[in-house]
């Protein structure tokens, strides 16, 4: 576990503020008068003298670097331009004794370097925005690997804002209502960054993984159907055994199924099919609950699937920018064997209602996306309505906040800090 799970630590920094910490009583006694990238310089050291960082074990491993609370603060000074190269926490791990990272000089920076700096100063609501969408994920481990800067990110960014608040880094009134402005964003990240991972959790929940069972095989998993539907009376036994061929022939594992103890009977599999499987990204737009009304003409079967289950509907997000994105380009694959249904669905446009255990429904956030693929069901021989059909989630790649922005261009820099100081 981390060192600062328990997240005493901001508990000590409210103190600290609460006495007189995180103060001007540490800035320049010229500050005022500095041009705005040196006053940002200047702001960004009085912070850092009055941060006490918590201690990391005794014996410390590579990823406790690379999670600590530090290292998440020179990846934000990284980011605003404060360090002009990004940190790498191995290079301490390998050499102990060695200075981390070099202070930053406002003197020695390269040129570039000013553009990141001035996009904080001028923008700072879309740089800590980017920041935000940045902390959570990691291209290459995956986003789950970053759970403590999930928590803490939004924390530790809200006392530097606070800080540049309370020292007065803007003149302006207009620039000093943009950066209060990100607060909100703050305390809404301090919500759904965490959530990204409970929602991972708990997709595909056990009904979508019922109905990844069933389909798109549905012939080797419905026997279990009709040994529960055979109590309902011999008319349905003998429309499934018509349709679906003679107990006796298949080969089915009755277990495998977990659809029945969770709906109880249901003719689900005697009465639907899949039909599309779209891979995208889309954005939480409504949440209800079981119970809630249901399209009219809803077919019966449908009806009583929404009396138990929760219906997510999820809106297109967009297309990505480019291959960096977290984003996935839209697609479409029609699993139908009768074919004739993907003209009825453009995944840029239409919204999908997804069904979902209701114990799901607390963990989802208005707003935030699912990546993934999510498959259609619908009647038999109804290809052209589109009302009553609803769809499951197969898979998930990622879970976004509401306010994940696509990733500019990676900045050019040193390879080294050494190689930047001339060594």
Same mark, same amino acid.
């Given at each position: ?102 202070? /930053? &000089? +406002?003197? !020695?920076?390269? #040129? %570039?370097?000013?553009?990141? =700096?001035?996009?904080?100063? @001028? ?92 389909? /798109? &095989? +549905?012939? !080797?998993?419905? #026997? %279990?159907?009709?040994?529960? =539907?055979?109590?309902?009376? @011999? ?94 380009? +839209? ?93």
């Amino acid at each position: 576990m981390n060192v600062y799970d328990d997240g005493s630590w901001v508990r000590q920094w409210d103190e600290a503020v609460a006495q007189g910490r995180f103060s001007n009583r540490r800035l320049d006694s010229n500050f005022s008068k500095l041009e705005m990238i040196e006053r940002l310089y200047s702001a960004d050291k009085a912070f850092a003298r009055d941060c006490v960082w918590p201690p990391l074990p005794r014996a410390p491993q590579l990823t406790d670097y690379e999670d600590s609370l530090y290292e998440l603060y020179c990846q934000f000074r990284y980011h605003i331009g404060i360090l002009t190269f990004k940190p790498d926490a191995r290079r301490y791990l390998e050499n102990p004794d060695s200075v981390r990272y070099p202070k /930053p &000089n +406002p003197w !020695r920076r390269p #040129l %570039y370097q000013d553009e990141y =700096l001035l996009n904080f100063i @001028s923008k700072p609501y879309t740089t800590i925005r980017l920041f935000l969408t940045l902390c959570f994920y990691d291209s290459v481990n995956g986003w789950h690997l970053k759970a403590a800067w999930c928590r803490y990110a939004p924390q530790l960014i809200s006392f530097y804002v606070d800080f540049l608040l309370r020292v007065r880094f803007y003149d302006d009134e207009e620039d000093i209502q943009q950066l209060i402005s990100v607060r909100g964003l703050l305390e809404q990240a301090k919500i759904e960054l965490p959530r990204t991972l409970t929602i991972a959790r708990v997709l595909p929940c056990p009904v979508a993984n019922g109905l990844a069972i069933l389909w /798109p &095989n +549905p012939k !080797r998993s419905i #026997l %279990y159907f009709l040994a529960e =539907l055979t109590s309902q009376g @011999s008319e349905t036994l003998d429309w499934a055994e018509q349709h679906f061929g003679g107990l006796e022939s298949w080969n089915t594992d009755l277990g495998a199924i977990p659809l029945v103890s969770l709906l109880g009977p249901t003719a689900l599999p005697l009465t639907h099919t899949i039909s599309l499987a779209e891979t995208s990204t889309r954005r939480i737009a409504c949440i209800l609950r079981p119970g809630s009304p249901v399209p009219q003409q809803s077919h019966p079967v449908e009806e009583e699937l929404v009396r138990h289950l929760g219906r997510v509907i999820l809106k297109p997000w967009g297309r990505p920018r480019d291959r960096r994105s977290c984003l996935l380009e +839209p697609s479409v694959e029609d699993r139908n064997v009768q074919g004739g249904s993907a003209r009825y669905h453009d995944p840029n446009i239409d919204n999908i209602t997804v069904l979902m255990e209701a114990s799901v429904l607390d963990s989802l956030i208005v707003g935030m996306g699912i990546s993934g693929t999510f498959v259609q069901i619908m009647p038999h021989g109804r290809s052209e309505d589109k009302e009553g059909r609803y769809w499951f989630v197969e898979n998930i790649q990622d879970i976004l906040p509401s306010f994940y922005i696509d990733v500019p261009p990676p900045r050019s820099e040193p390879s080294s800090p050494e190689s930047l100081l001339g060594l």
